[in-house]
């Protein structure tokens, strides 16, 4: 594995945010009657104790010094670490810079430390045993916030992550490791005291052994959200057994299969721009028991091959049985090229596998321009007849749920248009259609509106609720792409772009 910018702006780009800005400012206030009355230090301790959390840590050291009043308020106070605040100003990028401050401020504060953000230091086997120690304090002083990334110039094998890691464990609430080797953990024992309160769980272009991950996933009875971000095959294999986890992730990774075999609260599984380790392999996504899954996608209809429970569904089928259908689905977002006949008979066999999903996203993949990759050749034999969309089959969530489409990458191809009309002409509780063209040019906005015109008429709407009816075409805004802070929010019903 080599580096590259586009492969870290991903992985930072989902890293959590820092909790506190270097903008803050603080100074010890006057009052406006030239009193001289300092009303910020007349507050409480736990009030100032709360100011100083909210500062980057060097200023919260330095209140120290604006008078008697704050003298010792920060080695009581739960601050908050975050490494980008300890980077030299004004001087040429240093990558270990930052290390030697870390230690002494680990080493110098009692803690506890509610968050702790390292994202900034170059470590290599030389600090091995300084990152032993920090994880160890941080152990100690109850860290409940970590976020631990390394710079390496190159991690063709990365480093690996030292046991003490497990210690933190007893405290943590959230944890992102970032290009990582995972501590192996064979032999060790399972038990829910290793992680007793994570709840998210972000593992970034780094390697973790399936086993790991079976561990890690057996050890955190409250983990909620777990992440594999631009990971590379390592695991290839994501087998989720989990009764706590609700969000399920791969991003921008590279895996053989996702197996959801034992998760009874799983709400959301998202696997966005994840292709199979080698290339002219699939990526097998299975689903076992999954009662509550709501949402889902983007299922690939180039790269992916569905199984719900132990059937395979194949393109074409148009009889599925109650074992291989999802009703729990709500939000479901397919990619698909239209103008491979094979793929669109997959996208509508995989509709009939959720009877009862009421907003469809669908992502073409036809056009030279699109970013979200457009895998393999289309052959001259993969053409669709022109009496094709008039002989599909029922499809049991398009005429009784659907609610809302948005069509996103529509570049206006047959058979787009044709898979358009089918749902139009069929949804009777449909109400809101978004086209997404792949650019933000005014000029196609315009052209595609007055090709798809016609299809605006209610004559064409099998819709019963015409009084709020709407069709839309949209550009997409200039470097407008899903970002993981809204597919990894499970306030957001509907996490997909919209």
């Not at 930072?12 to 800005?21: E, F, I, K, N, T």
């Not at 479901?332 to 995989?350: I, P």
């Amino acid at each position: 594995m080599t580096t590259s910018p586009w492969l870290d702006d991903i992985m930072h780009s989902c890293l959590p945010s820092s909790l506190v800005s270097s903008a803050a400012f603080l100074s010890a206030a006057i009052s406006d009657d030239g009193g001289g009355e300092d009303r910020i230090s007349a507050l409480s301790d736990d009030l100032l104790c709360n100011v100083v959390s909210r500062l980057p840590v060097k200023d919260a050291a330095r209140t120290n010094a604006l008078s008697q009043r704050w003298r010792g308020l920060w080695r009581g106070t739960h601050l908050v670490l975050d490494d980008s605040h300890l980077l030299p100003d004004g001087r040429p990028m240093d990558w270990s810079a930052p290390a030697a401050a870390v230690s002494r401020i680990l080493a110098s504060h009692p803690g506890p430390f509610r968050c702790v953000r390292l994202a900034n230091n170059l470590i290599d086997a030389s600090k091995e045993d300084a990152l032993a120690e920090w994880l160890r304090l941080l152990a100690d002083k109850g860290v409940e916030d970590l976020t631990i990334v390394n710079r390496p110039l190159s991690f063709d094998v990365p480093l690996q992550l030292p046991p003490s890691l497990l210690c933190c464990g007893a405290s943590l609430r959230r944890l992102y490791l970032g290009v990582w080797l995972f501590p192996f953990t064979s032999g060790l024992p399972r038990s829910p005291d290793v992680f007793p309160h994570l709840q998210e769980l972000g593992i970034c272009h780094g390697i973790t052994e399936e086993r790991d991950l079976e561990y890690l996933l057996a050890c955190s009875p409250k983990l909620e959200t777990l992440a594999l971000i631009s990971n590379y095959c390592y695991p290839d294999r994501v087998c989720i057994g989990s009764h706590s986890l609700r969000c399920l992730l791969l991003w921008h990774s590279l895996v053989d299969e996702v197996a959801v075999m034992d998760a009874p609260r799983l709400q959301r599984l998202i696997v966005y721009c994840t292709h199979p380790a080698e290339t002219g392999r699939n990526i097998n996504v299975k689903i076992g028991y999954a009662p509550e899954i709501a949402v889902l996608g983007y299922l690939d209809t180039a790269t992916h091959v569905l199984e719900i429970g132990n059937t395979i569904i194949k393109a074409g089928v148009t009889n599925v049985s109650p074992n291989t259908v999802v009703p729990s689905v709500k939000v479901l977002a397919l990619k698909v090229r239209f103008r491979v006949s094979e793929e669109v008979r997959t996208l509508l066999t995989f509709l009939r596998c959720f009877p009862e999903v009421e907003t469809l996203h669908i992502m073409a993949s036809d056009n030279d321009t699109d970013y979200y990759d457009d895998p393999g050749e289309v052959k001259a034999g993969d053409k669709i007849n022109s009496t094709f969309w008039q002989g599909v089959g029922p499809i049991k969530c398009v005429q009784s749920h659907v609610k809302k489409v948005v069509f996103d990458q529509f570049s206006g191809g047959t058979n787009q248009v044709g898979f358009l009309k089918l749902v139009l002409g069929r949804a009777v509780l449909l109400q809101k259609v978004i086209i997404v063209l792949a650019g933000p040019d005014p000029i196609m906005v315009s052209e595609v509106t007055r090709k798809l015109q016609p299809l605006a008429s209610k004559r064409m709407w099998a819709t019963k609720v015409l009084d709020t009816t709407s069709l839309e075409v949209r550009g997409r805004a200039s470097g407008h792409v899903w970002r993981y802070s809204r597919a990894s929010d499970l306030s957001i019903s509907d996490p997909f772009i919209s």
